[in-house]
């Protein structure tokens, strides 16, 4: 690593040392000089002479674990005590920017994959740099001193400084260019099973952890945002004259996204909603429903599209088959109906501003707030709180809460909270986007896949983003992702895509493309073993070629006992192979039909993410995947009617409840040491296929639309 790459500050901050280093992405790694004007590093220790040890986090933490995992990378490095670590959110910089895009993100569980060396090897110069430091005092040399529970212990005198006390020598300290890291056969918290980290988890069982939704600062109102209820209408006019009349009613008045009113209090402004005339321009598309969408999309499915992946004599193939399998695939818009609702706090201070929000792209937020009020990025403050969830929403492409809150802060006095109601965000659209999707598989005699043909049908969740990078050859990134990408050695291949246009708008959703891939792929492979009259797992293993694959998906047969399962009336197994994000997860789900209802009541799942960094974390994602994905399976879905969506709240945008969450055993693989994968999505896009799956083993029906809410 170049010491430019590396080294980006280190300063004194009211009397603290502050370390980083200069993270490089690929659209920020030119030839960068150490600039002394930068204040912020990429990833950062504050130490102050009181000996309080503070992690700057670049990364926003919405309950995924990010905290945590990315200070045992700082760490393990620098001995320092786990309980003393505070954190603080970093504002945002340049020099926080993802590897992927030139912004801040927290998504694609990419933190701990991108961040984890640079972040541990912040740690490891610090810690070479108290050591001298301590040395240098005591006139020993370096191998006479070590690090223990942030402390400098002198080994032949056993005096000891904390770090706090040797804040001001560090000064003169010559920052290491590249420090080496910890095997990690020697790591004391790397490759553990590690807690939530107690500040953070103690701040939130107490209350005192601050979400966008508790920000209060002086003076502060509140804002309702009167939206459309038809996808693309337009405010013609509006009367506000009643609600005006009001007390406690300041202001009303037209945004891009609809009629601002600014109240003293949140609920006051909620209740003039009733007393506000506003006149739509519908549009055309108030004549669309589900029912026009479906006939669309079907008219669509039957076209040439653009050619995501062709490969061998797909034409061929089919003609000589023995026998060919077809099956349609259904997918509704998805919210993510995170438990926060959206909110931002902006104060905008002529000529400078500041806001207080929870969001996935923090200095995209920060500019777009800048560009309304007609002022410059740096003249923003943007504070990050904690993030009451976000499964992608606050990472909104088209900004929308954001800016909203800019937009009805602009010109006022006051700072103002624009919060959304839980109506706003199940209807306003950054959906997953709705997919109708077609496969069809060639087999030969002995039921072996000769090729795999399929068409795609939905919106782009990238095009006009910094991600269109993904897009290839006309396909969007949620339409191949999985899908051309798939894991089995088939030698025929016409796999195309079309993307339809549309006012709703769609972007990505836990796990981004797998949701409609793994479906249709673990889907339709059942069918073709059901066809062989091959056990299914059987059936994918003579198709896996990858070593790490076979033996995830070997793990999880021999973890559910898949060979010696009880067979009962009514209930059914299912199996479902789905590597995303860089890791690899199998799953076998046990259903049980009751009636007309069915109950999933176990779930076996293996995993190999390369490396466990924290294995705790690892079975704690797989968890909630499972079961935030169950909701997508069994109850979850966006209708429309009339160009309006159907849904609004919990009563009738269903998630999953306590009841349905299944019994789940898990298993990790380690199969190196030098490679990891996400972990934060990977097991949502198995439970899929594994459930319907399982109904297909349990009934004989094949189940290809979801959610699959009736088996009858």
């Not at 624009?418 to 598989?441: C, F, H, Q, S, V």
């Amino acid at each position: 690593m170049e010491r430019r790459e590396f080294i980006k500050t280190t300063s004194f901050v009211s009397s603290a040392f502050v370390i980083g280093f200069y993270l490089p992405t690929k659209s920020k790694a030119s030839d960068i000089q150490t600039e002394a004007k930068i204040s912020e590093p990429n990833a950062f220790v504050r130490i102050d002479k009181e000996n309080k040890i503070t992690f700057l986090m670049g990364q926003a933490e919405m309950g995924q674990g990010t905290y945590t995992t990315l200070a045992m990378c700082i760490a393990e490095e620098l001995d320092v005590k786990w309980e003393d670590i505070e954190f603080e959110a970093a504002k945002p910089s340049e020099i926080y920017y993802h590897a992927w895009i030139p912004a801040m993100l927290t998504g694609g569980s990419s933190s701990i994959t991108v961040f984890n060396d640079r972040l541990r090897k912040v740690g490891a110069a610090l810690n070479i740099m108290l050591k001298q430091a301590a040395a240098k005092k005591w006139q020993v040399r370096k191998f006479n001193v070590k690090t223990e529970n942030s402390k400098v212990i002198n080994k032949i005198t056993k005096e000891s400084f904390n770090f706090g006390d040797l804040v001001e020598d560090l000064a003169s300290v010559k920052v290491p260019t590249d420090p080496k890291i910890k095997p990690l056969n020697e790591c004391k918290l790397i490759g553990k099973p590690t807690r939530r980290h107690p500040k953070e988890a103690w701040a939130k069982v107490t209350g005192e952890a601050e979400f966008g939704i508790d920000i209060r600062v002086p003076n502060m109102k509140y804002a309702v945002v009167i939206h459309p209820t038809i996808f693309g209408a337009k405010v013609k006019s509006f009367d506000a004259t009643s609600a005006l009349k009001k007390e406690g009613i300041l202001k009303v008045k037209q945004i891009s996204t609809g009629i601002a009113i600014i109240a003293e209090h949140w609920w006051t402004a909620k209740e003039a909603v009733n007393d506000i005339n506003v006149v739509w321009d519908e549009g055309a598309f108030k004549n669309v429903s589900s029912k026009t969408l479906d006939k669309d999309y079907s008219e669509l499915l039957n076209k040439n599209g653009n050619i995501m992946r062709k490969d061998g004599d797909s034409e061929k193939a089919f003609k000589e088959a023995a026998k060919v399998i077809e099956a349609e695939y259904n997918l509704p818009f998805l919210a993510h109906a995170a438990m926060e609702p959206l909110n931002a706090v902006v104060h905008d201070k002529n000529g400078s501003a500041e806001v207080w929000t929870g969001g996935q792209l923090q200095s995209i937020y920060r500019d777009v707030t800048a560009k309304v009020l007609g002022i410059e990025s740096k003249d923003v403050t943007y504070n990050n709180t904690y993030l009451g969830g976000g499964f992608g929403r606050r990472a909104a492409k088209n900004v929308d809460y954001i800016l909203d809150a800019a937009q009805v802060s602009k010109g006022e006095a006051w700072p103002i909270m624009t919060l959304w109601t839980r109506e706003d965000d199940i209807k306003m659209g950054n959906y997953r986007p709705l997919y109708k999707n077609k496969a069809k598989l060639a087999l030969d005699k002995e039921g072996k896949i000769t090729s795999f043909d399929a068409t795609v049908v939905g919106q782009s969740v990238v095009a006009g983003t910094p991600f269109s990078f993904l897009e290839k050859n006309g396909v969007d990134w949620a339409q191949w992702e999985g899908l051309s990408t798939h894991p089995y050695d088939i030698k025929n291949h016409n796999l195309q895509a079309i993307t339809p246009e549309s006012p709703i708008s769609v972007q990505w959703w836990r796990s981004v493309g797998h949701t409609q891939s793994g479906p249709m792929v673990e889907g339709i492979i059942d069918f073709a073993a059901k066809e062989a009259k091959i056990d299914p797992i059987e059936y994918r293993l003579d198709m896996l070629t990858d070593l790490r694959h076979i033996h995830v998906l070997e793990d999880v047969a021999k973890l559910a006992n898949w060979k010696n399962r009880k067979i009962e009336k009514n209930v059914g197994y299912g199996v479902s192979f789905v590597p995303s994000f860089g890791s690899i997860a199998a799953m076998i789900a046990k259903v049980r039909i009751i009636g007309n209802d069915y109950k999933v009541e176990k779930v076996w799942t293996t995993v190999d993410c390369g490396f466990a960094f924290n294995p705790l974390n690892v079975e704690n994602q797989m968890i909630s995947g499972i079961n935030f994905g169950l909701a997508a399976v069994k109850y979850s879905e966006i209708t429309l009617n009339e160009g309006m969506p159907q849904q609004s709240n919990f009563y009738d945008y269903e998630v999953s409840r306590i009841s349905d969450a299944p019994e789940i055993e898990i298993n990790i693989i380690n199969s190196s040491d030098t490679t990891l994968g996400g972990i934060g999505e990977v097991g949502t896009p198995p439970i899929f296929a594994a459930v319907a799956n399982a109904l297909f083993d349990a009934t004989g029906k094949k189940y290809t639309n979801y959610p699959i809410k009736n088996i009858g």
